[in-house]
C-alpha cells in the first residue's frame, strides 16, 4: 500500500500515497504551510490544501498558528497530531518485551508482579467512581467502555447461549504478554473487582482466538494463562 511505500504504518487504511508524503514531510520538518508543501512535495496547492482537509478529519493533522513569508496573508502552519505520531515505526513494545524477558531470566520477575500490582491499585482507584450506583449491564458497558479507551476495543457481547460476554478484540499489550502473562492476571483481577465478581476467560488472543472474552460466574479462578479451569467451555464463539 501507499502508506508503507511512504513508511508511515497503515494504522489508517484511508491514507494514500501524497497524503503519506505529507506527514513525512511534516514529521521531518516539525510544521509547514500550503505553499511549503507544494513545493517541497511537487504538488499543487489545491491537492495539499485537499489533502490536509482529509488529514484533519482523520484527526492526524491540526493547524499550529500562522506563519508570514513576505508580503500578503500569512499562511496557516499545519503540524502532525498525536495519534499521527502513532503511525510511525517505534521500537517501544519490542524494548519492553526485552525488558521483561531480561528480568525474567535473571529471576527478578517480581519486580514484574511488583509493577503490575502498583499499576492496579492506581486503576482501581481511578476508576471506581465511574461505577458506583450502576447496575450490572450499566456496570459490564461501562467496563467495555473503559477498556475501550485504554486500546482494548471492548464491546459487550451475546453468544449463542444467550450469555453475555465483555469482548476484547485487541490486546495493546501483546508483545509483553508473548513473554509473561503477569499483563492478563492483572487485567483480568482489575475487571473482576470493576465488576464485583469472578470471570472466566473463554477465548485468548494469545492461543490464536480472534478475542479475549470473558464470561460472568467462574467457579475458579482463571490463573491469567489462557486456561480456565471449572469455567464455561473454552471455544472461539460465534458471536451475534
Known amino acids: 500500500m501507499s502508506g508503507e ?3 508511515i504504518r497503515t494504522l489508517v487504511p484511508r491514507i ?8 513525512q514531510h511534516l514529521k521531518r520538518g516539525g510544521s509547514g504551510t500550503i505553499p511549503e508543501m507544494a513545493r ?17 478529519s482523520e484527526g492526524l493533522v491540526e493547524r499550529r498558528g500562522r506563519r508570514g513569508s513576505g508580503p500578503g496573508r500569512p499562511e496557516i502552519v499545519y ?25 525474567e ?12 500490582e502498583e499499576q492496579t491499585a492506581r486503576r482501581r482507584a481511578a476508576l471506581g467512581t465511574r461505577l ?26 451475546t453468544d449463542e ?14 508483545t509483553l504478554v508473548d513473554v509473561t502473562a503477569l499483563p492478563c492476571r492483572a487485567e483480568l483481577e482489575v475487571v473482576q473487582e470493576m465488576l464485583g465478581e469472578r470471570l472466566s476467560r473463554v477465548s485468548y488472543i494469545p492461543s490464536g482466538d480472534h478475542a479475549c472474552c470473558y464470561a460472568p460466574g467462574a467457579t475458579e479462578r482463571d490463573d491469567g494463562s489462557g486456561s480456565t479451569r471449572g469455567s464455561p467451555r473454552r471455544t472461539s464463539l460465534p458471536i451475534r
Do not use: Y
Not at 16 to 23: M, V, Y
Not at 132 to 157: K, P, Y
Open 105 to 116: 531470566e535473571r529471576g527478578r520477575a517480581d519486580l514484574l508482579r511488583a509493577f503490575f
Open 5 to 7: 511505500r511512504a513508511g
Open 132 to 157: 458506583e450506583r450502576l447496575g450490572d449491564d450499566e456496570r459490564l458497558e461501562e467496563v467495555a467502555r473503559v477498556l475501550t479507551e485504554e486500546g482494548f476495543m471492548a464491546d459487550v457481547v
Open 79 to 103: 503540524g502532525l497530531t498525536a495519534a499521527a505520531e502513532e503511525l510511525f515505526p517505534s521500537q517501544e513494545g519490542k524494548l519492553l518485551q526485552d525488558l521483561a524477558a531480561f528480568l
Open 161 to 174: 447461549d444467550g450469555r453475555k460476554l465483555l469482548r476484547l478484540s485487541h490486546c495493546p499489550l501483546r
Open 16 to 23: 494514500g500515497e501524497s497524503q503519506g508524503r505529507i506527514l
Open 40 to 56: 517541497a512535495l511537487e504538488l499543487s496547492v489545491e491537492t495539499v490544501r485537499t489533502h490536509l482537509r482529509a488529514l484533519g
